[in-house]
DNA sequence: TCTCCGATTAGAC
DNA sequence: CTAACGGTCTAATCGGAGA
């Protein structure tokens, strides 16, 4: 039997801002998504208030005056660089890691013995190299390793580990009888409300429902789903990072946009963004998108929400040449009397930059790929934004809002708290 | 009728 | 003081167009 390690960080964001904020222990305190709008993480105590996953911030705004609760803004730079000291810590403890997401990774420990020492030693070796609390699931396939660390997470008594492949027949079916359908990684909103209707609420009703008719109402994904509650492995471990079919950079502005010249500058950052993503993947993009979007929560405000398309002949990583699309596409969608409050762009048919050769019938294709290894190693270099591409968030008008951001105590070296 | 393709849906975090 | 609701990504499925 296998033993796939599901180790997930608490509360991630909010743990690693209290990891240099002690003093913010045991304070109910959420982390806000990008432009202070909605709740993305929240402590224990901020749960416990009512506070939910995805709430926009303003609504939180009385509960939070009442109650004291602390809200900041997100810092990508400290998460991403936490994420990565705790992710070659856990990486240590098997050949066979897969890094899920920011908070995740799935650890394969099978053919080890004492699960559990592991799995404590894990937890303790975390905490104490980088201060970060973790929970450990351990089950025979992801699903249920997934499973096994929401239960870990749960019950205080399991101190933060939980061995499901330890438990018998009987233990098993008990405890996913227990559990709601709706804990089962792949299952959301919908699919459980559509689960319900056909008499399945629990994990356990998944787990033995009558498979052909689950496959036909459902779909072939929740058959996957249910074999990996029946302990077949149908989700493979996927040890590198495969690269990205498709690449989006948006952002919601700060306050509503109505000049073209103003939506140009943001379209230039997210085409600097993009592109420099592209890039390191050392990939190119054949048909870039642009797409412009009024506030739709406005429902006062007349809406428009366009999006162009241009399809390259040849494939590109180039920021300049996106961005010269990317303006072109802005301006032929671009009506005045709309209050933009949001913008971006897509970049898609992603490949591998293969070092063709040039079109014998048309030689020399101007290319800028020494320029933008250039402008890559100096942005590396000097930090992100030191070379830009065109006004790429000169404008103040679209920035977004970050009016609680923590400094980058472990990226830059003048946010680095002295003691 | 089959296949292809873009758009839509659902999910994760 | 105001206005005030994220961002990226993948896979499956749907529905129409064209072969």
């Known amino acids: 039997m296998q033993h796939i390690a599901l180790v997930d960080c608490n509360n991630f964001y909010v743990s690693c801002e209290r990891i240099f904020r002690p003093d913010l222990n045991k304070v109910p305190v959420v982390v806000l998504s990008n432009n202070d709008g909605c709740v993305v993480s929240r402590s224990n105590e901020a749960k416990a208030l009512g506070v939910r996953m995805g709430q926009p911030w303003f609504e939180c705004k009385t509960l939070a005056e009442e109650h004291g609760i602390l809200a900041l803004s997100s810092n990508y730079a400290l998460y991403a660089d936490m994420s990565n000291r705790v992710m070659q810590i856990l990486c240590d403890y098997s050949p066979r890691c897969e890094v899920y997401s920011i908070d995740e990774c799935f650890v394969d420990l099978t053919g080890m013995r004492r699960l559990r020492e592991v799995s404590y030693a894990m937890r303790e070796r975390v905490g104490m190299w980088t201060g970060m609390p973790v929970c450990v699931g351990i089950g025979p396939t992801k699903t249920l390793s997934k ?41 959301g909103r919908k699919l459980t409300q559509r689960l319900g209707a056909h008499g399945i609420t629990t994990v356990q009703d998944l787990r033995v429902a009558h498979t052909p008719t689950l496959r036909a109402e459902f779909g072939v ?163 992100r934004g030191a070379v830009t591409v065109s006004t790429q968030g000169a404008y103040k008008e679209w920035q977004m809002r970050q009016e609680r951001k923590s400094p980058n105590y472990t990226t830059c070296w003048e946010d680095v708290p002295v003691v």
């Open 147 to 187: 499973l096994a660390n929401h239960v870990a997470k749960k019950h205080p008594r399991s101190q933060g580990v939980f061995n499901y492949n330890a438990l018998t027949e009987a233990q098993k079916s008990k405890l996913l009888t227990q559990l709601p359908v709706s804990e089962v990684w792949g299952v």
């Open 221 to 383: 994904v929740i058959e996957k789903t249910q074999r990996e509650l029946q302990e077949v492995a149908c989700i493979d471990f996927q040890q590198e990072v495969p690269d990205k079919q498709q690449i989006i950079s948006s952002r919601s502005f700060g306050s509503a946009v109505t000049e073209l010249p103003v939506l140009k500058d943001a379209l230039s950052l997210f085409v600097a963004n993009a592109c420099a993503k592209l890039r390191k993947q050392n990939s190119q993009a054949a048909l870039i998108q642009v797409f412009l979007q009024t506030n739709r929560f406005r429902k006062d405000q007349p809406q428009y929400m366009p999006c162009l398309a241009v399809p390259l002949p040849r494939p590109t990583h180039d920021t300049l040449e996106v961005n010269r699309w990317a303006d072109a596409l802005c301006e032929r969608m671009y009506k005045p009397d709309y209050a933009y409050k949001k913008a971006g762009i897509l970049l898609s048919e992603i490949s591998p930059v293969t070092h063709q050769q040039a079109d014998w019938t048309e030689p020399d294709v101007l290319n800028n790929d020494k320029l933008m290894q250039a402008l890559d190693e100096l942005n590396q270099r000097y930090g």
